[in-house]
Structure formats: C-alpha cells, structure tokens
C-alpha cells in the first residue's frame, strides 16, 4: 500500500468519528465544524486530528467552533501545517490531552522483531493481565490502552508473571488501534518491540490497518522501530470562557 492509500483510510477513520460532515481540505488547512457528538475528543471538548499536513476539528458550540478556527488561523500562518504548540498558545485552555503522534503501517513496510524473549498468546481480560495493569499504576496501564483491547494478548514472562504484553482493539474502518506495555523493573530490554510485533503481525493477518497513538517519545521509538509511519497527530482540549491568548507571531 502506498503513502497516499495509507492516508486515506486514516483520515476515512477519522472523518467518521468527528460524527459531522466534514473533509480533510488542502495542506495547510483545517476544516472545523461543530459536533456535541464528536468522537475526536471526551463529551464537551474540542478535538483536532491533523493527518498529512491537513487537519479537521470538532467543537461542542458554536462559540467554541469560533474559537477553534481563530487558533487555527492563528497556528498556522501562511498555510503552513499547524502546529499543536503554536494552538494551545493560541486558546484560554483549562485542561488538554496530548498532542499525541498518530502512526500507521502498512505489510510492505513492517519491520518485525523477533527478541530472545518467548512470546506467548493469552485471553485479553485474563487474570495475568489485571495484575500486570495494577502493577504499573493507572497512568501507565491508561496509556497503554491495553484494558481495552479486543485482540488476544501477546505477552513476555519473567517466573510467574507477565512481565510486557501488548494488542489492539479493533475500531471502525478496519483500524487497530495499538498498545503496549512494559513492567517498570523489566524496561530497556526490547520487550516492548518484542510483544507488539507480534500483536502488530497478527492486525495484518486479519487485514487491519495497525494504528499507533504515541504521547510519550518511548513508545513512538517502538511504533518507528517497526516500521509505522508518523502521519500526523490528534489533541482534545477542553476551553475555558476566556479569550485566545494574545496573537502568535
């Protein structure tokens, strides 16, 4: 599959979330459109996804959509792409989740990795894996995502235990969207690659397209070490009443 083809079916996954008519315009541009029911961030957020230099947004109101798109032209000056820093300048932000990288993959550029490390299937809601999720604290086990996975697990023993596992949940359009986790004392050793190659090889086998949301830069070294593509990113902000921040240079 091609650069372009791959675009394509992440942006028709994300153009179906947004939960409105709207369409990834020209680089350098974002379409905004007010969507209560927008999928592209929590209920009373605004979302934006930015994917080959184009981006959509979402806003609960039309104050909001007003707002958004002011930043937007803002952050972007000259049509250049925007960029999630310059944006978050640009607008009365109370709370903020992300900016997060978006990557995809595609067979013909999947790099697998097979470490020492013996890798083994299991049931996503076995017990083995609500151990290791309350051992790595909420934080991580949310960043992960792996409590939500549809996909069987892929998983790294050390004694008894799951020491590293990773799968994917499976969302519209065919996407499946990844994660990964590491026990803290087990880190640094490629375990992340090592179970999420497995996870990622079995996406393409069923003929999904494997998604990477990565917000901390460990976890995109992984998503990049296999061969994904970074396209983009996706930011959910939450806006305060006041006005955008002063004018960006």
């Not at 179906?16 to 350098?28: D, K, L, N």
């Not at 459109?33 to 080959?52: E, I, K, R």
């Not at 890798?119 to 992960?144: P, T």
């Not at 990113?233 to 955008?244: A, C, D, H, T, W």
């Amino acid at each position: 599959m091609d650069g372009d083809l791959l675009l394509g079916r992440a942006r028709e996954l994300w153009v179906e979330a947004a939960g409105a008519a709207v369409a990834f315009p020209a680089p350098g541009e974002v379409d905004v459109v007010v969507s209560p029911g927008s999928q592209l961030c929590p209920p009373g957020w605004a979302g934006v996804v930015l994917l080959g230099g184009a981006g959509i947004a979402t806003a609960p109101d039309a104050r909001e959509a007003e707002l958004l798109a002011g930043a937007v032209r803002k952050s972007a000056p000259a049509g250049e792409p925007v960029a999630a820093d310059r944006l978050l300048e640009a607008l009365a932000v109370v709370d903020v989740l992300g900016p997060a990288s978006l990557l995809y993959l595609d067979r013909a550029a999947f790099l697998p990795h097979e470490g020492a490390a013996v890798v083994e299937e299991v049931a996503c809601d076995g017990a083995e894996m609500a151990v290791l999720l309350d051992r790595v604290g909420a934080a991580d086990a949310d960043e992960s995502g792996l409590s939500d996975v549809t996909s069987p697990v892929f998983v790294v023993r050390a004694g008894a235990g799951v020491v590293a596992a990773a799968g994917y949940q499976v969302w519209p359009r065919s996407v499946a969207q990844h994660g990964v986790l590491v026990a803290p004392g087990s880190r640094g050793r490629g375990l992340a690659r090592t179970v999420a190659s497995a996870a990622v090889a079995h996406a393409l086998d069923a003929g999904l397209l494997p998604q990477w949301r990565a917000r901390p830069e460990p976890s995109k070294r992984v998503a990049l070490a296999l061969g994904f593509r970074e396209a983009g990113f996706q930011v959910s902000i939450r806006l305060g009443e006041g006005k955008p921040a002063a004018g960006i240079p």
